[in-house]
């Protein structure tokens, strides 16, 4: 095989080869060349640590007593074109827990988008009989929350300890 002809195939076969996607043969042809070859042997060490880097969630979940805390592990933005939103929906979503505490300390713009994945993220929890709140949202966020009356529907509290308290049944 000419692995070094076409740079569009040979990024596929790194990538089919790093997913595991490859017949056998083609696997051991491949593996038999990137050995010696230097430039494809670098290659597919930066693919892999792309592909590595890209697969890392940014989303992460916690539980404080029996709130389910989620926050984003880097900044992000909750706009139309975002993964993080999409993985707040899914973890969200995928559970069934009552009390969820979304941590917006990271985020620094939401669009519309955005507030629909919050309401739906507030509609599954009520859904559920449970309640979902805010902590910490940045002055432009809060800002859009109350421009948009969602703050009426989607408390939001600046304290972690509050914002646990705030569960609680009275």
Known sequence: ???????????????DYLLRRLAPETADAFESH??????????????RLLMTGLAQTKVDR?????????????????????????ELLEGVLEQKDTKV???LSRVSRIDSAGL?????CYSHAVRN????????????????????????????????????KSFEVP
């Open 129 to 164: 009989r449970g309640m979902l709140k805010l902590l910490n949202p940045s002055s432009p966020v809060q800002d859009l929350l109350r421009l948009t009356r969602v703050d009426s529907v989607l408390e939001a509290f600046y304290d972690e300890r509050q914002a646990l």
């Open 116 to 120: 629909g994945l919050l309401m739906m």
């Open 34 to 47: 990137y050995v010696v070859c230097d430039e494809c042997f670098e290659e597919v060490r930066a693919t």
């Open 1 to 15: 095989m000419r692995f070094h002809e076409d740079p569009l195939l040979r990024e596929k076969l790194f990538r």
């Open 101 to 103: 505490l979304i941590d």
């Open 62 to 86: 916690r539980r404080l007593e029996d709130v389910v805390v989620i926050e984003f592990t880097t900044p992000v933005q909750l706009v139309r074109q975002s993964n993080e939103g999409r």
